[in-house]
């Protein structure tokens, strides 16, 4: 399998190390290289793109402007963004399975992001990877809560809607997505995602769990300083007294 892949940097040698770096891996080709939004999304319209990696920090439009034609589109394109640290927006491509390098490039991360771009493409993923995109996209405005994190397994993303989740269980690193019928893992710890839950609609009852507020059916005392959420699924939750006075004030809201 031979991956097209479009280096949209303004800066040459951002683009030069790209293209060096690339090289090194047989099956990627280097379709195109450009240095601003308009020329790139001209070639992507003229010619069949795989991967598009795109630096954010650009003068004129930036990489952003790119990603949200791209999310647009029913079969886009993956996108790697390449950007400069910043703790906010790498959050936001953990949350979404987006994938990122951060400048200087480093072989090993690269390989990483190759490897799972190239499982994503075989499993002709680019249709779920452009729900991810837009999801984004749509949650790029600081004071939006998520609507949606996107799972990422070997080669899959799977959206996952957070009005279809019940409670959130956590899992040293990981998260445990209880849905309806099944329950989904995400690499993503609890205290991060939290950020992103809308406080009138998710609530923390424990250091270990988040409930969805249109879950809670009864609590009940289940020790000394120990209580009992019982969910409208059936599942139980412990809740801790630090959160039961906010929790009961959830509750006599509805």
Not at 45 to 61: C, E, K, S, T
Not at 91 to 96: K, M, S
Not at 173 to 200: F, G, I, K, Q
Request: glycine share 6%; net charge neutral.
């Amino acid at each position: 399998m031979t991956v097209r892949a479009l280096i949209v940097d303004d800066e040459e040698p951002g683009r030069i190390n790209l293209r060096y770096a690339l090289a090194d891996h047989p099956r990627w080709q280097v379709a195109g290289e450009c240095a601003s939004v308009a020329s790139a999304q001209a070639l992507i319209n003229a010619r069949d793109v795989d991967v598009v990696f795109l630096d954010i920090q650009m003068p004129g439009d930036s990489g952003l402007v790119l990603a949200r034609a791209l999310a647009a589109m029913a079969n886009p394109p993956l996108v790697i963004f390449v950007t400069a640290h910043n703790a906010f927006a790498l959050e936001a491509f953990e949350v979404h399975a987006l994938d990122y390098l951060l400048k200087p490039v480093h072989d090993a991360r690269l390989a990483a992001a190759l490897a799972r771009a190239e499982a994503m493409l075989a499993l002709r993923q680019r249709p779920a990877y452009g729900a991810a995109l837009r999801a984004w996209v749509d949650a790029g405005a600081p004071e939006q809560y998520w609507r949606q994190v996107s799972v990422r397994s070997v080669g899959r993303i799977e959206c996952i809607e957070l009005a279809d989740v019940d409670w959130i269980e956590t899992c040293g690193n990981y998260v445990n997505l209880h849905l309806a019928t099944r329950s989904v893992m995400h690499r993503l710890p609890l205290s991060r995602l939290l950020r992103h839950l809308d406080p009138a609609r998710f609530l923390r009852v424990h250091r270990s769990a988040v409930v969805r507020l249109g879950q809670a059916a009864n609590l009940e005392v289940a020790g000394e300083g120990a209580w009992r959420l019982t969910l409208r699924c059936g599942a139980h939750v412990a809740v801790s007294e630090r959160y039961v006075d906010a929790l009961r004030v959830a509750m006599g809201a509805r």
